[in-house]
C-alpha cells in the first residue's frame, strides 16, 4: 500500500522530512503518494538548476571506448587520453556478462519495492552495521536544499559481513557485480598507472588504487516539479575511480573541462560509465582529472544507477605517487589519511570541486 501523507502534511516542511528522513519512506515514499508540488526544501537555487541553455546536446560527448579492440595500447591510450580530458568516459565490451548487471538493476529496484518497515531496518539509527546505510538525498542535516534521491550504500568488508548484514534481496546480486567487475577494474587501473610511470599493481599500489570498495543503489523516483530540484547536485566523486551501470532513463550530466557546458552522458545498453576520483586526481598530481557532474530529476520516469566506489583503502595516506614526482614535478596536493578526506566530504552539502581543496598545498 502507498504510504500516506496528507494535504496539509505536504505544505509542512518539518512534516515532510519527518515522512521522507526520519520515517524512512524516503522521496520515492514522497513521490508515491501522488505529491504534485515539490515540498519548499527540495526547491534547489536557481543557480543550480540544470536549465537547457546551460546544456549542450550537441557537438561534444564523452568518449565511448570499446575494450575489445585487439590493439591493447589503442584501449590504453584512449583511456588515459579520457582521463586527462574529460575525467569520464564510457566503455563497451568490458568483459562483464551482461546477465550480471541485468541481475544487479533487477535487484535494486527489489530493494526499493520493499514496504518502508524493511528499508527502514537499514537506516543510520537502525542498520545493524555501519557499513549499511539506507538513506535519502546526500547530507539532509547539512544541505539547505536536499536532493530527490534514496540510496542504499554497501561498504565492502569481507563476504562473511556482507551474508551478515547486508539485504537479502540484493546482497547476492550486489556481491556478484561487485566480483565480476574487479578484472576490468584491475585492466583500467593498470593503464591509467602505467601512464604515470607506475610498473605494475603490487601489493602497496592495489591498496591505493582499489583497496576499498563501496556499491551505492540510488533511486531517483518521478518527481512532481523536475525542473525546480536535482537528483544529485554538482559533486566531484571522492573515489579513485567509479565504475557506474546506469539504466535506459538518462540524466546524469558532466561538465566538459574544454567549453564548461553541461553535457548528457547518453545510456548506452551494455555499457559502464567510468570516472576518475578525487583521490586519483590527487594521486596524479592533477594529470587525472575528477569532473562536476549531476543528475536531473525526471518528471517521468523512476531511474536507478550503480555506482561502485574504488577507493583506497581508509587508512592510507595519499597525495601525489613518487612515479609522478620523480622527474620534478610540484606536488600540488599534501599528504593526507583517505579517510579524513572522505569525511570532510561527507559531512557538507555537494559543493561541486570544492572537496579537493581539502588537499590543496
Ligand atoms: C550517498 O550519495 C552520494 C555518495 C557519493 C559518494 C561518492 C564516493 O566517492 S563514495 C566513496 C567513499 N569512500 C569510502 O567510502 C571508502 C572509505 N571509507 C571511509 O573512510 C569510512 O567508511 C568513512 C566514509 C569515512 C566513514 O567513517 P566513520 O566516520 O567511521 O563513519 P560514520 O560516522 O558512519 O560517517 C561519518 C559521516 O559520513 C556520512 N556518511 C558515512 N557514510 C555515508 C554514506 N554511505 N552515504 C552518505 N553519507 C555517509 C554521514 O553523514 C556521517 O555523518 P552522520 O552525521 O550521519 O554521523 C557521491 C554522491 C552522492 O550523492
Ligand atoms: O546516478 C548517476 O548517474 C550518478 C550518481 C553519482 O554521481 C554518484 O552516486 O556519485
Ligand atoms: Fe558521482
Not at 586527462?84 to 538493476?105: A, C, M, R, S, Y
Not at 613518487?322 to 569525511?343: H, L, M, Q
Request: aromatic residues 10%; contains cysteine; hydrophobic residues 40%.
Amino acid at each position: 500500500m502507498a504510504p500516506t501523507l496528507s494535504t496539509a502534511q505536504f505544505g509542512d516542511p518539518a512534516q515532510v522530512t519527518e515522512f521522507v528522513v526520519n520515517k524512512g519512506n524516503g522521496v520515492k515514499g514522497l513521490s508515491e503518494t501522488g505529491i504534485k508540488a515539490l515540498p519548499d526544501q527540495y526547491i534547489q537555487p536557481f543557480e543550480e538548476r540544470l536549465i537547457n541553455k546551460f546544456v549542450n546536446e550537441t557537438d561534444e560527448a564523452i568518449p565511448v571506448i570499446d575494450m575489445s579492440n585487439p590493439d591493447e595500447s589503442r584501449v590504453a591510450e584512449a583511456i588515459c587520453d579520457a582521463a586527462e580530458k574529460w575525467g569520464f568516459f564510457q566503455v563497451i565490451n568490458h568483459g562483464v556478462p551482461l546477465e550480471v548487471l541485468d541481475n544487479v538493476k533487477a535487484a535494486t529496484h527489489r530493494f526499493f519495492n520493499l514496504p518502508v518497515e524493511e528499508k527502514s531496518k537499514f537506516t543510520k539509527e537502525n542498520s545493524l552495521s555501519t557499513n549499511v546505510r539506507f538513506g535519502t538525498s546526500f547530507s539532509p542535516r547539512a544541505e539547505k536544499a536536499l536532493e530527490w534521491k534514496d540510496y542504499l550504500s554497501l561498504f565492502f568488508v569481507s563476504e562473511a559481513e556482507a551474508t551478515q548484514f547486508w539485504p537479502d534481496v540484493c546482497r547476492n546480486e550486489a556481491l556478484e557485480y561487485m566480483n565480476k567487475s574487479k578484472k576490468m577494474v584491475r585492466k583500467l587501473l593498470e593503464y591509467l598507472g602505467k601512464n604515470l610511470n607506475v610498473k605494475e599493481l603490487d601489493e602497496t599500489k592495489e591498496s591505493l588504487f582499489m583497496g576499498s570498495i563501496r556499491v551505492n543503489l540510488n533511486y531517483y523516483p518521478i518527481c512532481p516539479n523536475p525542473d525546480l530540484t536535482v537528483g544529485v547536485g554538482r559533486h566531484s566523486d571522492v573515489s579513485a575511480l567509479t565504475i557506474l551501470l546506469q539504466d535506459q532513463i538518462g540524466g546524469l550530466h558532466v561538465r566538459s573541462l574544454a567549453s564548461g557546458n553541461w553535457v548528457h552522458v547518453p545510456p548506452v545498453p551494455g555499457s559502464f560509465v567510468i570516472n576518475i576520483g578525487d583521490a586519483m586526481q590527487i594521486m596524479s598530481n592533477g594529470r587525472y582529472k575528477s569532473v562536476e557532474h549531476r543528475v536531473l530529476a525526471n518528471g517521468s520516469n523512476n531511474r536507478i544507477s550503480v555506482p561502485i566506489f574504488v577507493n583506497p583503502k581508509p587508512e592510507s595516506v595519499i597525495g601525489p605517487l613518487p612515479e609522478v614526482t620523480a622527474n620534478g614535478e610540484e606536488p600540488i596536493y599534501r599528504n593526507v589519511v583517505y579517510s579524513d578526506y572522505v569525511r570532510y566530504f561527507f559531512k557538507k552539502a555537494h559543493d561541486g570541486k570544492k572537496t579537493v581543496d581539502f588537499a590543496k598545498i
